[in-house]
């Protein structure tokens, strides 16, 4: 039995991280992420895994983003009894993400179950409960950085840094085989060069098989110094406060959240920003904070050689509290999760101020395509949160300045030692554009543009020592595709355009001038419906999350 290489996510999308080798010894993921993004994509999510999970020997988990570890508690709800793998602060993570990740899920099924109780619909089960996410994190382990250890007979791994948050790692691995053992490297997600907080990324060592990231394959940015980003986030702060509303700034609670109030306590200490109330007001993002003070060795000083002061902030642990902040409508800056605006207290905090001119939103983090954040972004007039339609009117602000993923030109960089000896490079973790360019950005470099590969979702390759090298080929075995490129790829789906549809119809009927226009506006569209009914079929009794249909634009609730 050879080598191959399987490609369960992450592929033609920025989320679901999941790579499966198969080795003589046994089977290993590494990583095992939830999907986000358009509803169609995020079905996945609810389907059976690709592969048999008690089969699955071994997990090793680059870092603790959702997005690489979302799905892990429904892989040992599935069967898997192995060891994952992990550094040490992204298993002091991972004891806050999982199980909140489980209580977002009930959450939102029960919010929708009760929707579909008024719509007689079937009810849905969440992926899974806290309880079970609990219960996964008996199954994880310790690895130190830089030494390496075992997972797998046959199979030799070790963590290095990847700079991009607290913990995170990209993985070397040798796996047993003729006539010498395969070198494999998984990038994971890499930082930037001087991200706040974060080391620079090591250096990976020579191997046949690279896995690397290709989140801003296609963008190279320009490069802030920490005084120039404070000073960036500093005008924004003092131009949102000035324009006498509450800032509202979406965040991830893990590495975002703890960037924005360590860099708001620098500009506060250098008296750069008035002295605002600074609310943070997610829970989790509170005990995620603590980690990172537990971990502060593993941090990089400021150059004043301050080492994370994450201070002078007011923590909003009750829904109690969080509805005071509501209560607020000027001069204070709240920071919430979600990072991406598609679930947690954010989305309550955007329907009280997205409709206020004075109020701003500034983004300060990726926002996925098909996300309400990615909507709100790119200047939709209106939005559906919660069922109910909001009209923008705040100042809608982003900044460029606090990326966790490195971009083009670094990708090349930290990638260049390895290609006079590569064999293949796989790239994952990116959109089409930005892979493909980073796929032409390496063979500038040097490496053979027949020996980079853009797969997928499912794609296996088979590795075959040709040419002195190890190299990742194509299977002729293809599995049946869950999720066809167009979907995979599609910035929105039929929920999206439902969801505006119904905003402009809406639309529509106000800007006719009597009922009798109106009326035949909706005639119109009912005779479109009329003529579609003979091709409709029913839900039937006991449907799946897939036939039970959430249709509010950008939630994040179960379903397609």
Not at 64 to 88: M, N, Q, V, Y
Not at 417 to 423: H, I, S, Y
Not at 489 to 511: C, I, K, Q, V
């Amino acid at each position: 039995m050879g080598v191959s290489l399987h490609i369960h996510g992450a592929a033609g999308t920025v989320t679901g991280s999941c790579f499966r080798l198969t080795t003589p010894n046994g089977d290993l993921l590494v990583d095992c992420g939830l999907f986000q993004g358009p509803k169609s994509v995020r079905a996945l999510n609810y389907r059976s895994f690709p592969f048999d999970a008690p089969a699955i020997g071994a997990v090793l988990l680059t870092h603790a983003h959702i997005d690489h570890t979302g799905l892990f508690p429904k892989l040992a709800l599935a069967g898997f009894r192995g060891k994952a793998w992990t550094t040490e602060p992204s298993r002091a993570l991972l004891e806050w993400l999982l199980p909140d990740a489980g209580a977002i899920q009930e959450v939102e099924v029960e919010r929708l179950n009760r929707r579909n109780s008024r719509r007689g619909e079937p009810h849905v089960a969440p992926i899974y409960a806290r309880v079970d996410a609990e219960a996964s994190l008996a199954l994880l382990h310790v690895a130190r950085y830089d030494k390496w250890f075992e997972p797998l007979k046959g199979v030799r791994a070790r963590l290095r840094n990847a700079g991009h948050i607290l913990g995170s790692a990209f993985i070397e691995m040798e796996i047993d085989a003729g006539p010498r053992p395969v070198l494999l490297v998984f990038s994971g997600d890499l930082g930037p060069r001087e991200k706040a907080l974060q080391l620079d990324p090591s250096t990976p060592n020579d191997c046949d098989i690279l896995l690397l990231e290709s989140t801003y394959g296609n963008r190279p940015r320009r490069h802030l110094t920490a005084a120039e980003r404070r000073a960036l986030l500093g005008r924004e702060l003092t131009a949102g406060l000035t324009a006498g509303g509450n800032i509202i700034i979406p965040v991830f609670a893990v590495e975002r959240t703890q960037e924005i109030l360590d860099d708001i306590a620098a500009l506060k200490r250098e008296g750069l920003v008035a002295a605002a109330p600074v609310f943070l007001d997610s829970p989790l993002a509170g005990r995620i904070t603590e980690v990172f003070r537990r971990h502060q060795a593993s941090l990089e000083p400021a150059a004043d050689g301050t080492v994370f002061d994450a201070t002078g902030f007011r923590l909003t642990e009750t829904v109690e509290q969080s509805k005071a902040i509501g209560r607020i409508h000027g001069g204070a800056i709240i920071l919430a999760g979600s990072g991406m605006c598609d679930a947690g207290r954010v989305k309550h905090h955007l329907m009280n101020h997205l409709w206020r001119p004075d109020s701003t939103v500034l983004f300060v983090g990726y926002q996925a395509p098909g996300t309400l954040g990615a909507f709100i972004r790119d200047g939709t007039p209106r939005v559906r949160i919660h069922g109910e339609e909001v009209n923008v009117k705040a100042r809608i602000r982003s900044i460029d300045a606090y990326s966790g993923h490195a971009d083009r030109d670094e990708l090349i960089a930290w990638a260049q030692g390895l290609l006079p000896t590569l064999g293949s490079a796989v790239l994952v973790h990116g959109e089409p554009d930005a892979a493909l360019e980073l796929a032409d950005g390496l063979a500038a470099a040097g490496l053979d543009r027949e020996r980079i590969s853009v797969p997928t979702l499912d794609q296996s390759f088979d590795l075959s020592f040709r040419d002195g090298r190890w190299q990742a080929e194509p299977s002729q075995a293809v599995a049946p595709p869950r999720l066809t490129r167009s979907q995979a790829t599609a910035p929105r789906d039929w929920h999206n355009d439902y969801a505006a549809a119904l905003l402009d119809l809406r639309e529509a009927l106000r800007g006719e001038n009597d009922d009798r226009k109106r009326q035949a506006l909706l005639d119109e569209v009912r005779r479109l419906i009329a003529s579609r009914s003979a091709g409709r079929r029913a839900v039937p009794p006991g449907g799946s999350a897939a036939q039970s249909l959430d249709l509010g634009q950008g939630s994040p609730a179960p379903g397609p």
